[in-house]
């Protein structure tokens, strides 16, 4: 069973996590499964960039990224070339090191954070 190692983040996992995780199954939710509230506020479809990461390892094992989840990850924050779209992200037989960004687009305008 792979693993997912979440780096700490300040509110939503601030001593990190590893967790086990289910092939198949997106980043996001192996992360909902395992109560680390990562934002998702378009349900998971691929139409926002709120459960945006950066797979810090094992970037290269996940499926490709389709042409829409490239175009919404332009508008990402703090876009990095290991950036993914966790709903879009699937778990395959890798283990993963994952680091959610502090803040998201959603975060930034809210001003929740």
């Known amino acids: 069973m792979p693993q997912i190692i979440v780096l700490p983040h300040e509110e939503l996992c601030p001593e990190g996590a590893v967790l086990d995780a289910k092939k198949g199954e997106s980043i996001c939710q192996n992360l909902l499964d395992n109560d680390i509230d990562i934002d ?17 390892e094992g970037y290269n094992t996940l499926n490709q990224a389709e042409d829409a989840e490239d175009d919404l990850l332009d508008k990402a924050w703090g876009l990095e070339p290991q950036s993914r779209l966790s709903c879009q992200a699937i778990v395959g037989e890798t283990n993963l090191v994952v680091e959610i960004p502090k803040y998201s687009i959603n975060m930034a305008k809210e001003g929740h954070r």
């Open 40 to 56: 998702h506020a378009c349900d998971q479809v691929c139409a926002c960039t709120t459960c945006h990461v950066i797979v810090r």
